[in-house]
């Protein structure tokens, strides 16, 4: 079968058939006659070629469709790598329609200059300072970033910074409350009733805020947390094995001299554990960007 047969029967042309040839996405039998090259294309190539432009104009590239027929087990990874990439393309889409509805057909912009910042996106910056939510109809920030409306080829690095930040939170979550809980036991057990579940509410809502995104009780939390490491440490040092000279009087009166152990390593090891998790503590909560993201995220859902 014969180049023009094949435009003919699939309704490609010439110039897209040479191109998935050279791909290698289809290898029909090649003639040279005086120097120039044949192709022979039978019923099968016509099959794939047809399958090629199904493919190309559900929005899938060469390199994907190639990968699609040699394997074919990565097909749901490509099917979901498509989905994502035409939602985006949806929400740009939308973005710009709904920038051209704004444009005066009548008056439209005088230059390249004017054109450009009349289609620019519109969407508010992101916001942690102030805890600005940036919705469309209901949607979280992530959903905002999935659709395209927002303009941004950082969306995969926000995704794996907000798993990322979930993981730590919930480990911090586990901390928290068991350092509330140990203390508001020690509060309890010292007669402190009152000052204990004072200081447990406080706690509470802390953490409530916290969840949702306020960035002040992340620094408050960060200082907090800050003094305590400072306390642990401190402790670490009166904790540290020292022998010092003491004197001891015996019941006949008579003064002897006697060296004595104070501190153990035990203790060291307890308090260094516990300094070093609320240094931890100050870090994430105050500067890493896995809990900024995941806490602004969580503060966007519905």
Known sequence: MKMKEVCALTGLSERAVRLYCEQ????PARTEVRG?????????????????????????????????????HLIGQLLRGLRERLEREQGAQSRVLAALDEIDP???????????????????????????????????????CERGIYASDSY?????????GRVVMEVFRVLYWLSAGLNLLVNLANGGIFG???????????????????????IVMAVFSFFEAFFCFAMM?????????????TESGVTTQQMEQTGTWIGVAIFAVIGLIYAAVVYFL??????????YDRSTRN
């Open 36 to 72: 120039r090259v044949y192709l022979e294309f039978d019923e099968t190539h016509i099959t794939e070629l047809r399958q090629i432009a199904t493919l190309r104009t559900a929005g899938f590239s060469l390199d994907e469709i190639k990968t699609i027929f040699d394997e074919p």
């Open 286 to 295: 105050g500067f890493n960007a896995w809990v900024s993201d995941y806490l």
């Open 24 to 27: 290698g996405l289809l290898a």
């Open 106 to 144: 009548a008056v439209p912009p005088a230059d390249a200059a004017a054109l450009c910042a009349a289609l620019a996106p519109k969407e508010k910056a992101r916001a942690y300072e102030n805890g600005a939510v940036l919705r469309d109809g209901g949607m979280s920030f992530r959903e905002f």
């Open 196 to 218: 204990g579940l004072i200081v447990f509410a406080v706690q509470v809502v802390l953490y409530i805020y916290l969840f949702r995104g306020v960035t002040w009780i992340r």
């Open 156 to 164: 995969t690095s926000l995704d794996r910074n907000v798993d990322r």
């Open 237 to 249: 040092a009166d904790c540290w094995p020292t022998v010092r000279q003491v004197w001891a009087t």
